[in-house]
């Protein structure tokens, strides 16, 4: 199992560009999560999916779409990138019906707006 | 808004020494996670304890949770250079729609 991966790696914009952001999970879970990760900040949750079709507005949404089409892929969307949307994304998922509200997490996606 | 916060922001100890970090949040919770970060990866989950629970092992990992006073510790026995990373504390509160809510971390450093 792959678990939770995440393209790209990388990326550069310039203001005003957009770009989409994909996760993909390979564990049949139901609930999706995209953060942000800045200095010193932790995690802020950005937009979450509770299941295929499905979206919600996190902590700090303004700026990103989302959308969940199939069960195992959620993307995040950046349509006018600013310089302050330069962060680590992060995709995570969990199993619905859990207490055990434990999330998997992928690598990362760096990404500088300039 | 960040329901956890940790405590140190950073530790740095010698290799084999034990590491302890706070973790303290504002209102009651399911259950409190702890998730460790190695430098530019992605968080991986440690240790889940639940709100009736006090304490909990894994290997060498022991997490207390004192509800009363809204707090969690995370110590690490015997500490080696591979638990370098940073550590973060995630709750759950009740009705929240399993959304996890974490803290800035702690960041360890553990020297050879």
């Known amino acids: 199992n792959a678990g939770v991966t995440q393209t790209p790696k990388f990326r550069v914009l310039k203001t005003g560009q957009s770009m989409t952001l994909l996760c993909a999970q390979d564990m049949n879970h139901e609930y999706m999560y995209w953060y942000r990760q800045d200095p010193g900040m932790g995690l802020r949750l950005i937009h979450y999916s509770v299941g295929e079709g499905t979206t919600a507005k996190g902590e700090v949404p303004d700026g990103y779409n989302v959308s969940r089409l199939k069960k195992q892929n959620f993307l995040l969307g950046l349509e006018s990138a600013a310089p302050s949307q330069t962060s680590v994304y992060f995709c995570?998922?969990?199993?619905?019906?859990?207490?055990?509200?434990?999330?998997?997490f992928g690598p990362g996606t760096r990404l500088t707006v300039l | 808004s960040q329901q956890g916060e940790e405590d140190p922001q950073a530790l740095s100890i010698q290799e084999g020494e034990n590491a302890t970090m706070n973790c303290s949040y504002k209102?009651?919770?399911?259950?409190l996670q702890w998730y460790r970060q190695n430098s530019g990866r992605g968080l991986v989950h440690l240790i889940l304890i639940r709100s009736n629970e006090r304490e909990k092992h894994s290997g060498r990992l022991r997490v207390t949770l004192d509800t009363s006073k809204k707090s969690s510790s995370l110590l690490i026995t015997a500490s080696r250079a591979a638990d370098t990373a940073s550590y973060f504390c995630a709750t759950d509160p009740p009705l929240n729609d399993y959304k996890l809510s974490f803290g800035a971390g702690t960041t360890v450093t553990v020297r050879a």
């Open positions: 209102t009651s919770i399911n259950n």
């Open positions: 995570a998922s969990s199993f619905r019906g859990s207490s055990y509200n434990e999330q998997f």
